[in-house]
């Protein structure tokens, strides 16, 4: 069983940059596949980005590419996802969530952990 636990969110004026970390526990972090989404009020979980367990392979969806990046330290049992020119319309709550299957994942029900969430909110 892993438990994931995310951090790092917080409030931020448009343009600005924060840096959200995932730590997880109670497993072997280098085997899972690992990906971030959110969640905006009144909207649908969506794919924010998606990093193979060794970090070889990522992806970002269209509407944050160029601005965030996910990277990951398996030696800390960390995942990150550094954000830049962060927008109003990125406001959401953020999770991390840990696949053992392997892969580049986009679509959440391949996820089989997920953390809580760190509130974002960004200030026009």
């Known amino acids: 069983q892993v438990q994931l636990v995310e951090s790092g969110g917080g409030l931020v004026q448009a343009g600005g940059s924060l840096r959200l970390s995932c730590t997880a526990s109670?497993?072997?972090?280098?085997?899972?596949?690992m990906g971030w989404f959110r969640q905006a009020p009144g909207k649908e979980r969506e794919f924010v980005a998606a990093?193979?367990?060794?970090?070889?392979?990522?992806g970002h969806a269209d509407s944050v590419t160029g601005r965030f990046t996910i990277s990951r330290d398996n030696a800390k049992n960390t995942l990150y996802l550094q954000m830049n020119n962060l927008k109003p319309e990125d406001t959401a709550v953020y999770y991390c969530?840990?696949?053992?299957?392997?892969?580049?994942?986009?679509?959440?029900?391949?996820?089989?952990?997920w953390g809580q969430g760190t509130q974002v909110a960004v200030s026009s």
């Open positions: 990093i193979t367990s060794g970090g070889a392979s990522m």
């Open positions: 109670g497993g072997t972090f280098s085997d899972y596949s």
């Open positions: 969530a840990a696949d053992p299957r392997g892969g580049l994942r986009i679509t959440g029900t391949h996820y089989t952990y």
